[in-house]
């Protein structure tokens, strides 16, 4: 009621009205032009009211919104009126969109470019926030109707006013849903962001769908520096896991409250049988509540991601993750290794290649090494880091095999074999 009143009163000079497909509109902050459907920050409307000013400060309190809304559209609807389907210029705002429904109920649609639909019910005095991909992958609209069916009862709509609260942007969008993103149409190639996203889901993603299970059983022991990290947070503190594989890291300690999420479903399942709250998502959109963790983490995933301004991105998404004194604890592969490690890296961009171990457990079950001297097809299983001297070839295989078949290691070490 104080907000319905602080509008009626303070509608001039502060604001400026219009009416839109017969609905009345008022920006507060900056007047959003329906033609270039953006804002001009050089042109900003007298000051706010301070009821209005008191919501948005409350928003970036609560920890709602990281920074405190600057624009402002209040839509007036009347039973019959609706909005047609969009999505808010990526290059003019940030994430979230923030809508407050007020005086009466209504049911929003959301769509996606694939044609998905999904129904949300607004009752009055109810707060939706839009981030991640319901902010930039899904439009949202009302239908023009004069009653919805809510569980199976149909209630008519009344007048309904809505704030839209959004912080303006000043600069390109760099997400990652290009059939919706302006800055992307605009220029395909400025940021590189879906190239980088492709890569990703062909040499990333859908590979470790293909090997979670093996690789997950070669993950047992943590990085000692990590676990030096969770050991150091107080108890009851809650920590999100970005990229948590098998949970190796989100399971050290009960007295923590683990949030835990993976690109791979099999990863987010093996987190979940263990116990630990699990989702499947993208490190560059996780979709967490922002400032609400104490700590995050985030091992061995950073050196996945194929471009400088996907690394940026993944980086500001897990800073936003953080409450005020958070602790974000990365961790990557380093390009310059030592000269015991053996891993040789020609580049910084370059691919890893994988030996398949249950392949390599097949092969040795049951044969003798003089056997497998003979068996050329050992070679392709390899990696070229391991082909030269050949002498290699039994270390690796030895130090895979070791737990499996400790006669044969025995037996190798007593004959002076490498």
Not at 138 to 148: L, M
Not at 275 to 294: E, H, I, M, N, Y
Request: aromatic share 8%.
């Amino acid at each position: 009621t104080e907000l319905i009143q602080a509008v009626n009163i303070d509608m001039n000079p502060s604001a400026t009205s219009t009416d839109i497909a017969r609905r009345t509109v008022i920006h507060y902050g900056y007047e959003f032009n329906y033609k270039t459907r953006s804002v001009d920050l050089e042109k900003p409307l007298p000051l706010m009211p301070d009821k209005l000013r008191m919501v948005c400060s409350r928003l970036r309190n609560e920890s709602i919104s990281s920074e405190e809304p600057d624009q402002i559209t209040l839509n007036v609807y009347r039973p019959g009126q609706g909005i047609a389907p969009h999505v808010d210029t990526h290059s003019a705002f940030e994430d979230p969109l923030i809508s407050l429904s007020l005086m009466s109920d209504t049911i929003m649609d959301f769509r996606h470019p694939d044609g998905q639909e999904v129904s949300v019910f607004l009752p009055r005095r109810s707060l939706a926030v839009l981030s991640g991909a319901s902010r930039y992958g899904w439009t949202h609209g009302i239908r023009e109707r004069k009653s919805d069916v809510v569980d199976g009862e149909i209630r008519p709509r009344g007048t309904r006013v809505s704030l839209t609260l959004r912080k303006t942007r000043c600069r390109p969008c760099h997400c990652d849903f290009k059939e919706l993103c302006d800055t992307w149409q605009a220029d395909p190639q400025s940021s590189g962001l879906m190239l980088g996203r492709n890569l990703e889901e062909k040499h990333v993603w859908e590979f470790y769908d293909n090997i979670h299970s093996q690789f997950s059983n070669t993950r047992h022991t943590p990085w000692p520096k990590v676990v030096d990290f969770v050991n150091s947070l107080p108890s009851y503190c809650t920590v999100a896991d970005c990229g948590a594989g098998n949970g190796r890291y989100s399971t050290q300690r009960d007295d923590l409250m683990c949030f835990a999420s993976d690109t791979c479903f099999g990863f987010a399942k093996e987190c979940r049988d263990k116990g630990v709250l699990s989702c499947q998502a993208d490190v560059l959109t996780p979709p967490l509540r922002k400032g609400a963790f104490d700590a995050v983490m985030c091992i061995a995933v950073l050196h996945h991601i194929s471009t400088y301004e996907r690394r940026l991105q993944a980086v500001k998404s897990l800073c936003s993750l953080l409450n005020a004194g958070g602790r974000l604890c990365l961790h990557a592969w380093a390009c310059k290794q030592s000269s015991e490690s053996r891993r040789v890296f020609q580049g910084q961009d370059v691919m890893v290649p994988w030996v398949s171990r249950a392949t390599v457990r097949v092969l040795l079950t049951g044969t003798t090494f003089q056997e497998l001297w003979k068996w050329p097809c050992i070679c392709p299983l390899i990696p070229p880091i391991y082909r030269i001297p050949t002498a290699c070839h039994w270390t690796l295989l030895l130090r895979i095999q070791r737990k499996n078949h400790p006669r044969m290691a025995r037996k190798c070490r007593a004959t002076g074999q490498k």
